[in-house]
Structure formats: structure tokens, C-alpha cells
């Protein structure tokens, strides 16, 4: 009774004292936040793109349609399967949020504050495998502030790679916390669940962790207690986070011939043009333009100079090994770090044109998230050597040492603009008409051919980024444009779009030849019902592109659907007669076979995870 007692008291005490970390890291992280205070959203290179799959995604799960990865707004109102090639954590984490009915821009603000802190805090848990606790926070203070995470943020506006990067300090933590458990268990739930984050996160980064993963579990398992049954451990929890995550991932890999993806690693987004020369690694610049062929960038690609000089500080720790916790798994860090900076740099353009998957990364520059977390970790040395030099003389250290990288970073802690986009305006009708973006038309099914975008000059308006190499000053008058127009908004101010030579309506349904009369319909548009009324042979267009997943029901039976060669819309032919027709976007053949696949696995794991706790005797 006694030992379970001093056990309870002993747990409540590590909650207690984790907490107070966690309050430290988050009031050292606050300055992050204050480009959110402004009522407005940001502007970012993604512009108004999250807010308007917030709001697509929102208006399914309205419908009725929570599952469905179609998003009938998109693309001028002619629909698109986003979802079946996007991925969707981010997504949902903020549709939680807007079931409770918090606006969108309010909970798209929760999630990134919720992301921030969690890849912080795992920060300081990796950094706990290697030094002290107060190292460990400076270690994580160190992550919040790295100079390529904010630029995902507040630059880029890649908020799925920025929830990537809060992940990997996770999942290297639980593989160095497993490595040294005593007790080998066949699978890890958490390591799982981190993993099948990582694959319905951002599917670049996905390329980019993996084998980080691999690697970093076959170091650990140098030093594991058990080294073969910790690698079969790692390996089984791979494989089932992979068929965890299947419905996501596997769709849009094995589907992507579906739809029009030849420029994702085209154009601007050829690796070749985006590589880092390293002199950039150090440069202090900031400023809101994009990545350009050549040193003219006007974004910063500075792999953290806080970080670098804590690590110079502190390197007679490697001197004289002072203190290390974990010294022989330190160097899998510096080996990660070395390679993933190679692999920016033009010198690593013969890796590029041999290995095929490395051009799916589009920036080789998507790598520094590697740098950014190893440096961070390294950095909790400074604190290790002053306090062995310094001894009791502490108390103002971590202080200062923080006030120091605030101070440091705090001029990149900004938003360039903020968009003029109220809440009111974040409808699925705003989606439709808008303009200003080009989200609206990712993903296009190959139906499409080049009939979409409409080619008129009045409709779409965005400036693109250049492709060829600028000098600096040429960018930096082109993102003083861009600056200076992020607050408007270009919305389409027509009802119909024109394909090829023909003028459709957005989600509307028409007779192309044959007499008989059809209603306006019902239901949402991912699954409308409409009453036809047809004299003789009618040819339908329906204003949605067609796709494999939707679906076409007559009177309940399965009814053929084509795409309309003039448009790329769903056609069919009706017979004379009356009809119930029922349109329903049911997604891919390959999402719905995976969904139960994906569905039995969490179910599994849930019991599992019972049998565990029983196992142990409910010891939590």
C-alpha cells in the first residue's frame, strides 16, 4: 500500500513540476504570438488559401458530408477533389474548433498557438535525453525561435510543414525514450500515433522524416538494452502508422495520375532553381519575398545564429564531456545535421538527379527543418558549460540567456500584412467567387484538360513569383507590391466561366440537346438530387467536374457518367421517362477500401492499449 502510495506522489509530482516547464516554455514562446493578437489573419505567400479549406471543409461536415474529400466551391465553383490529395491534419484540428462554433480565423489561430507549443515542448523532452532540465528548456526556447520554423509560419504560410516540424522532435523523443525502456513491447502505441500524424500532415516532409526515423532508431539501437527487439519494435509501429495513415497518403500517391500534377515539380517548383548557396545559412536578412534561382531570395533560409553561438559557447563540453547524459547518441544528431545541409546546397545536385523521390521535396531548402531542431538540441550545451564554470553564480543565466534570444529574434516575430478578410466573408459563396488565390484550382481532374483557368485577364489577377533568377532589389520592389496589396481581395464578378468555347453556370444542371424539363435540385452539392422529366433522349451537363469518385444513381440503379468533351463536366444520357437522379461525390475507389482498413487498425490499437494497462495492473 505504501509503494503505491510514494508511486502516486511521485507521478503527481512530475506533473507538477512538467507543468511549471511547460508555463516557462510558453511564456518564453509568448512573442511568437503577437502577430495573432490582430483580429485579421496574416498574410503569407498561401495568401487566404487555409482559411478557404477551413471553410470548404467546414461546409461538408454541415452537409452532412464530414468523410468527403471533394470540395464543390473550389475551382470557381466547378469543384475539385482537394482532399483526396491534400493532406488533412491541420484541417481537422480547426474544424474541431468550428464545431464548437469559434470562427474560422479564431481557430485557425488556436491550432497554430496549440502546434507551436507542442513542437516546443517536445523540443525540451528530446533535449532531456542529452542534458539537464534547465538546459532542456534553453533547448526548446532555442526551437520556438529557429529561424526556418518561423518562416513557415509567417512567411510561407505553410502551416502543414510547420506542424511537421513540431512532430519530429516528438517522434525522436519517443524513439530515444523506447531505446532504453527496459520493457521491449512488440508495438508502441504513441510512436504509431505519431508517425500516422506525420503521414496525413504534409506528404514533402514525409519524405523528408522517415528516413530520419530509420535512421535515428538504428543508432538508438546501439546502445539499446535489447537492440534487435528495439528495431523490430520501431519497424512493426512504421508499418502500422503507414496502413493508420493509408487513406490519406496511399490515395494520393497512387492516384495522382488523376489529376493535373506535372508542375508540382515543374516550373518554380524544379529543385534546381531552388537550391541554398551556403553563405545563406548565416545571413541575418529578412523580409517576406519568395525563393529564386540564384542569392536574390528575400526570405531567409538562416539556419539559427542564436543556436550556433550557445554551441560555440559551449563547446568545451565536447572538450572535457562534461555532463553529457547520452554522449554516444549525440553524434546520429550531428550526422543528420551535416547531411541535411549538404542536401541543400547545389553540391548535392548529383543526389537529386540520381535518387528519384528527392525531387517530390519541390525546395531542397524544405530540409532545413533538420537543422533547425538538431541545432536547437545541440544548443543546450551553452547552459551545461556555464554552469560548470560559473557553478552556483546561475540564477540570472537562463534569464538572460533567454532575454538574449528574444531580443535576437524578435524583428523576425512579425506579419508582413494582414488580409482584409472578415469573418462574414469566409462563406462557401466567397470560396466560389473569389479570385485573388489560386488554391481554387490545385488538383485539377485531368477532364479539365486546359479548359481551366479561364484564360481572361479580368478574372484572374495574381502576380506570380518569377522563376528566373532576380537580384534582391528587383524582389524586394516586387514584395513591396505584394505587401501593399494583401489586404484586398479580387472577387469574381460574373456568374458564368467559360470553357473552351461553352458558358457554364457553377453547380448548375442543364439539358445539352433532347426536350423534357429538370429541377433546380436539392441537398448539397456533394450529393444533389434532381427531378427530370424527359420526352425523349436527354444529354445532361451537370457544373462539376468530372471525377472518378462521384457517382450517378437513376431511380436507384448505377447510372453511367462521362465527362463532357467540350467542358469536362459530368454528362449523361438520360432515357425518356421520369426520374430521381442522385449526384454523390463517394471519393476514390481507394479511400473507401482503406477507410475500414484504417478504421479496424484504431480499433485494434485501442484494445490493445486495454490489454496493456491491464497487463501492467491499471498502473498508468
Known amino acids: 500500500m505504501n509503494r503505491v502510495v510514494d508511486d502516486l506522489m511521485n507521478r503527481a509530482q512530475h506533473i507538477r513540476t512538467e507543468s511549471v516547464i511547460f508555463l516557462i516554455i510558453t511564456a518564453a514562446t509568448s512573442i511568437l504570438f503577437l502577430p495573432l493578437i490582430d483580429q485579421r489573419f496574416f498574410w503569407s505567400h498561401d495568401e487566404a488559401q487555409l482559411l478557404w479549406r477551413i471553410t470548404e471543409l ?61 513542437g516546443s515542448y517536445s523540443a525540451y523532452l528530446l533535449a532531456l535525453c542529452f542534458w539537464n532540465r534547465r538546459a532542456a528548456i534553453f533547448s526548446a526556447v532555442l526551437y520556438s525561435y529557429a529561424p526556418y520554423r518561423i518562416v513557415n509560419l509567417y512567411v510561407r504560410g505553410d502551416v502543414n510543414e510547420f506542424t511537421g516540424m513540431a512532430l519530429l522532435p516528438f517522434n525522436l523523443w519517443l524513439i530515444t525514450k523506447y531505446s532504453k525502456s527496459e520493457h ?55 508499418i502500422i502508422a503507414l496502413i493508420l495513415a493509408s487513406p490519406i497518403w496511399a490515395n494520393a500517391f497512387f492516384n495522382r ?38 542569392t536574390g531570395d528575400t526570405l531567409s533560409f538562416q539556419i539559427g545564429n542564436c543556436a550556433l553561438i550557445a554551441i560555440i559557447t559551449g563547446f568545451p563540453i565536447w572538450r572535457r564531456r562534461l555532463y553529457i547524459r547520452n554522449e554516444k547518441n549525440i553524434w546520429p544528431l550531428i550526422i543528420v545535421l551535416f547531411l541535411s545541409l549538404f542536401l541543400t546546397s547545389p553540391f548535392s545536385k548529383f543526389l537529386w538527379e540520381s535518387i528519384p523521390i528527392l525531387p517530390l521535396l519541390q525546395f531542397p531548402y524544405r530540409l532545413l527543418q533538420i537543422p533547425a531542431l538538431v541545432l536547437s538540441v545541440w544548443g543546450g550545451a551553452f547552459v551545461m558549460v556555464m554552469e560548470t564554470y560559473l557553478k552556483k553564480k546561475t540564477r540570472w543565466l537562463f534569464p538572460v540567456s533567454v532575454g538574449v534570444i528574444l531580443t535576437c529574434s524578435s524583428y523576425m516575430c512579425r506579419a508582413g500584412a494582414y488580409l482584409n478578410i472578415s469573418e462574414k466573408q469566409l462563406t462557401p459563396e466567397t470560396v466560389r467567387r473569389i479570385s485573388h488565390t489560386h488554391c481554387t484550382g490545385e488538383f485539377l481532374p485531368k477532364a479539365a484538360g486546359d479548359k481551366f483557368p479561364p484564360k481572361s485577364k479580368e478574372i484572374f489577377k495574381v502576380k506570380k513569383i518569377p522563376e528566373e533568377g532576380f537580384s534582391r532589389h528587383q524582389m524586394e520592389i516586387t514584395v513591396a507590391e505584394w505587401l501593399q496589396n494583401a489586404s484586398k481581395v479580387d472577387y469574381w464578378k460574373g456568374n458564368k466561366i467559360q470553357l473552351g468555347s461553352v458558358n457554364v453556370v457553377p453547380g448548375s444542371i442543364e439539358i445539352i440537346s433532347g426536350n423534357g424539363s429538370i429541377s433546380s435540385g436539392s441537398g448539397p452539392l456533394t450529393n444533389r438530387t434532381f427531378s427530370i422529366n424527359a420526352q425523349d433522349l436527354l444529354n445532361i451537363r451537370w457544373a462539376q467536374f468530372y471525377f472518378q469518385g462521384w457517382e450517378c444513381r437513376l431511380n436507384n440503379v448505377i447510372w453511367e457518367i462521362t465527362p463532357d468533351p467540350e467542358t469536362g463536366l459530368i454528362s449523361l444520357a438520360v432515357p425518356k421517362g421520369e426520374y430521381e437522379i442522385v449526384l454523390q461525390y463517394r471519393n476514390l475507389p481507394m479511400s473507401r477500401a482503406l477507410y475500414p482498413v484504417s478504421i479496424l487498425i484504431l480499433l485494434g490499437l485501442m484494445v490493445w492499449s486495454v490489454y496493456i494497462r491491464v497487463r501492467q495492473n491499471c498502473k498508468f
Open 58 to 118: 467546414h461546409a461538408n461536415v454541415q452537409a452532412g458530408q464530414p468523410f468527403c474529400r471533394w470540395f464543390p466551391d473550389f475551382a470557381r465553383g466547378l469543384g475539385l477533389p482537394f482532399l483526396e490529395f491534400f493532406p488533412v491534419l491541420f484541417l481537422c484540428l480547426c474544424e474541431i474548433f468550428k464545431i464548437f462554433n469559434l470562427q474560422t480565423i479564431l481557430s485557425a489561430k488556436i491550432v497554430i498557438v496549440i502546434i507551436t507549443l507542442f
Open 184 to 238: 521491449t513491447i512488440f508495438i508502441r502505441i504513441p510512436l504509431i500515433m505519431g508517425i500516422a500524424a506525420i503521414l496525413t500532415t504534409h506528404f514533402p516532409t514525409i519524405v523528408i522524416q522517415l528516413p530520419i526515423y530509420c535512421l535515428w532508431a538504428v543508432m538508438m539501437s546501439f546502445s539499446a538494452k535489447k537492440s534487435w527487439r528495439f528495431l523490430l519494435m520501431v519497424a512493426v509501429s512504421i
Open 257 to 294: 495520375h488523376l489529376v493535373q500534377m506535372e508542375g508540382m515539380t515543374k516550373g518554380f517548383a524544379n529543385y534546381s532553381d531552388q537550391f541554398i548557396h551556403p553563405g545563406q545559412w548565416f545571413d541575418t536578412y529578412w523580409n517576406y519575398g519568395a525563393s529564386v534561382k540564384g
